[in-house]
T-cell receptor, first 113, second 114 residues
């Protein structure tokens, strides 16, 4: 949904544990969703995407779940590693537009060794 | 994979001066590019859509006379922050659509206005 000027929430996990990062999106007309990872001082890096006609998609160590009923998106990271420490953003694309993305608030993931 | 570059990576300027930031798609063509601004510990806010050969489309609340966008070729979009002030200090990021609905992001430009 529309991002607001709030500080990012933080999720702290132990190395090796699984992480779940959540995102609420605002527009029921969105048809495509993406998770991005952003390290400090860098641009967003694509992790995984999912279309609105799916409810689950798996990648390497990551799974995205989409619940359109409650407009909720989650990113699951298996066996979290120190290199996973970053800020994670979900983004949505409206079906009607030509690629414009609306970013969610973001979550800082801290992995403790 | 597709690469988007930005130049400069960081810039410091005096208040009142103008700063130009370039966004290039290195191995693919982009008729559309997007410009985002990101303040510390906040999310990315879409500023405008850059359209090759036509005027940019600005998001609500973004001053088009302050943030001039030029998309002169299929691989280059520029954002010029005119008469920059300290409140314009931010991290500016561009992106370009790739295959299907993939978006490729540049590495960002850190602007500090003194």
């Amino acid at each position: 949904g529309e991002s607001v000027g709030l500080h990012l929430p933080t999720l702290s996990v132990q190395e090796g544990d699984n992480s779940i990062i959540n995102c609420a999106y605002s527009n029921s007309a969105s048809d495509y969703f993406i998770w991005y990872k952003q390290e400090s001082g860098k641009g967003p890096q694509f992790i995984i995407d999912i279309r609105s006609n799916m409810d689950k998609r798996q990648g390497q160590r990551v799974t995205v779940l989409l619940n359109k009923t409650v407009k909720h998106l989650s990113l699951q990271i298996a066996a979290t590693q120190p290199g996973d420490s970053a800020v994670y953003f979900c983004a949505e694309k409206l079906a009607s537009n030509t690629g414009k993305l609306i970013f969610g608030q973001g979550t800082t993931l801290q992995v403790k060794p | 994979g597709a690469v988007v570059s930005q130049h400069p990576s960081r810039v410091i300027c005096k208040s009142g001066t103008s700063v130009k930031i370039e966004c290039r798609s290195l191995d693919f063509q982009a008729t559309t590019m997007f410009w985002y601004r990101q303040f510390p510990k906040q999310s990315l806010m879409l500023m405008a859509t850059s359209n090759e050969g036509s005027k940019a489309t600005y998001e609500q609340g973004v001053e088009k006379d302050k943030f001039l966008i030029n998309h002169a070729s299929l691989t280059l979009s520029t954002l010029t922050v005119t008469s920059a002030h300290p409140e314009d200090s931010s991290f500016y990021i561009c992106s370009a659509p790739g295959l299907k609905e993939t978006q490729y992001f540049g590495p960002g430009t850190r602007l500090l206005v003194l």
